[in-house]
């Protein structure tokens, strides 16, 4: 038989695919009793760190100095070593738990030491093990315990403005025009205001309505606090306070810009709290391209601060156009519920 045909019999390629099979299981099982034996070793380096503690030898106190000494004997982090004592009181039945859980590594578990309550803790190993959650991924998404509700409450409330609402601008206040009137579409760009019912007058607020040749403007019994209030798409999270989109101003004019969330403080993106931050945003943003932002002024930095709305996330498989006025009246205000998450700070 020749090589040629020798590929194409059936029986040579199942041999292939049977022994690349064997190859990759023999790997996997082989790394997985390695990183059961490190748990294993982990634990019971813990539990005898646990009796110690708990024995006469150990003077009132003296915890602190004890690990020191421990590392500096034993070539050790000081910090590895008090994850294997928590590790020791945190699981007491290791054994039981690499049976229902085999995939966990020591890093998930390493990971997990954050979370005090048992039962969130097992509830995890099980989120783990069925979405085959990676650890590093594990790190980003664990959240720390929320803040006391008086940070929260520190927050001034969101403006909540309308869709589509304009003032007017003068052209004697801008230049020498030849049109009397100019639409403010916000972030410093203006255009010729279009036909309107009635006669256009600066002390009124105006909605825009598309008509069959374009735009007109009607006066409306919006406020002043109702401007500024736009859809926007999100193109990608920045960080935890600041995000990418592209702005629909209306008219037909579409602007990219970075938005800074109003009152808070996210952590530094460099930072472990940082990357979880940002996370947890991108989590919060997931089911939806679509927001509503009331934007303010614009920062040293030259991004405009905003507040940010969003709808909730939709039960069922609804794939039906958002309505984007009721996220703007009523929908989740993001600036006060990543405080709430306890993924930032109101800012100072």
């Given at each position: 038989m020749t090589p040629a045909a020798l590929l194409k019999n059936s029986s040579y390629l199942h041999l292939v695919d049977s022994i690349r099979r064997e190859m990759t299981g023999?790997?996997?099982?082989?790394?997985l009793l390695l990183e059961h034996h490190k748990i294993r070793t982990y634990w019971t380096i813990g539990g005898k760190i646990n009796a110690y503690l708990n024995g006469p030898e150990l003077p009132a106190g003296k915890i602190g100095p004890f690990y020191l000494h421990l590392?500096?004997?034993l070539g050790v982090h000081d910090r590895?070593?008090?994850?294997?004592e928590q590790f020791f009181r945190y699981f007491p039945d290791v054994k039981t738990c690499l049976k229902i859980y085999p995939d966990l590594r020591w890093s998930h578990y390493r990971f997990l030491l954050v979370e005090p309550d048992a039962k969130k803790r097992f509830r995890w190993m099980k989120r783990i093990e069925t979405e085959h959650i990676p650890a590093d991924r594990l790190r980003l998404i664990l959240k720390p315990h929320p803040v006391s509700p008086s940070d929260v409450d520190k927050m001034k409330p969101p403006v909540r403005g309308r869709l589509y609402t304009y003032r007017l601008l003068a052209a004697d206040d801008i230049g020498n025009f030849d049109v009397p009137w100019f639409v403010d579409l916000g972030f410093r760009s203006r255009r010729e205001?279009?036909?309107a019912k009635g006669v256009l007058n600066n002390k009124y607020v105006y909605v825009s309505e598309k008509t069959g040749q374009g735009y007109r403007l009607k006066a409306s019994d919006a406020l002043a606090s109702d401007l500024f209030t736009f859809r926007a798409v999100l193109r990608r999270v920045v960080d935890g306070d600041t995000l990418l989109v592209v702005v629909d101003q209306g008219f037909?004019?579409?602007?990219e810009h970075r938005l800074r969330l109003k009152g808070i403080n996210a952590p530094e993106p460099a930072t472990l709290d940082g990357q979880r931050s940002k996370q947890w945003v991108e989590n919060e943003l997931a089911h939806t391209k679509e927001i509503v932002v009331k934007t303010y002024h614009s920062d040293?930095?030259?991004r405009y601060l905003a507040d940010v709305f969003y709808p909730s996330r939709r039960s069922g498989k609804s794939t039906g156009p958002i309505d984007l006025p009721a996220v703007a009246a009523e929908g989740l205000w993001l600036n006060g519920r990543i405080v709430d998450a306890a993924m930032a700070d109101v800012y100072k």
């Open positions: 023999s790997v996997r099982r082989a790394q590392s500096q004997d590895t070593l008090q994850q294997c205001a279009p036909p037909s004019c579409w602007s040293e930095w030259d």
